[in-house]
């Protein structure tokens, strides 16, 4: 593909067994020998996700996920591009590591300060469970969102902090939608699916004044991107 993506993101459930199945080393080591395959010159991003470290992590999930793929939060710049990469797990239930989100809560609010101390031409946020599926409004859904007062408090949060995009995972299936002027993406799955949406994957084009992007089938993946 030219040219070539700055990097690529998978945004959580890097694999499908749960912390703790007998399938879960098999399966680390598959998906570490298909990224492999990787372009060296395309870093890999990894996202922190529900089946990574289960549906209310513990510290010892935690930390396993630390000793395997780093930080389950961070953030980085890339291209004068602000990105805060969270741990949606927090959000979702935080019973069993109150001091992991505690931590993790704080560093959110120092990385929010940074996008105008910064100057960044965007900031945009990975994740794996999104806030909301279509509609910021809609009803409390016990699997594939975060409940309804947590999730407009922190959309409110982030669109007050300058944050121009969301990307999220977890729905395996394509979704989304705006909070007022903050655009939040779901992506389908790039293994199983639960929608119709093809497996694939979403090309991001990062412009100036813009951010474009666009659900592509695997199969139809091109070989060159117009900007």
């Not at 030219?2 to 890097?14: N, T």
């Not at 909301?132 to 809609?138: A, N, R, S």
């Not at 902090?161 to 389908?188: K, P």
Request: aromatic share 12%.
């Amino acid at each position: 593909m030219r040219p070539k993506p700055k990097f690529f993101v998978v945004c959580g459930d890097l694999t499908h067994a749960w912390p703790g199945e007998k399938k879960k080393e098999g399966q680390l080591i598959d998906f570490k020998a298909v990224y492999a395959e990787l372009d060296p010159e395309i870093p890999l991003v990894c996202i922190c996700g529900n089946h990574d470290i289960g549906n209310t992590p513990t510290p010892q999930t935690i930390e396993t996920y630390r000793s395997l793929f780093g930080d389950d939060y961070f953030s980085f710049f890339c291209g004068g591009i602000f990105f805060i990469a969270i741990n949606s797990q927090y959000y979702f239930d935080r019973s069993s590591a109150q001091e992991f989100a505690a931590e993790h809560d704080r560093w959110l609010d120092e990385q929010l300060k940074r996008i105008k101390e910064s100057d960044c031409k965007h900031a945009v946020i990975f994740q794996h469970i999104p806030w909301f599926l279509t509609d910021p409004q809609e009803a409390n859904n016990d699997v594939f969102s975060i409940v309804k007062d947590i999730r407009l408090k922190m959309l409110e949060k982030f669109l007050t902090a300058g944050v121009r995009s969301i990307f999220c995972g977890h729905y395996h299936q394509n979704a989304g939608g705006f909070y007022g002027g903050l655009e939040q993406i779901v992506t389908s799955a790039i293994g199983a699916r639960l929608g119709k949406d093809d497996h694939g994957v979403r090309i991001v084009r990062v412009l100036d004044d813009d951010i474009r992007h666009e659900y592509i089938p695997l199969d139809q993946l091109p070989t060159c991107i117009d900007f």
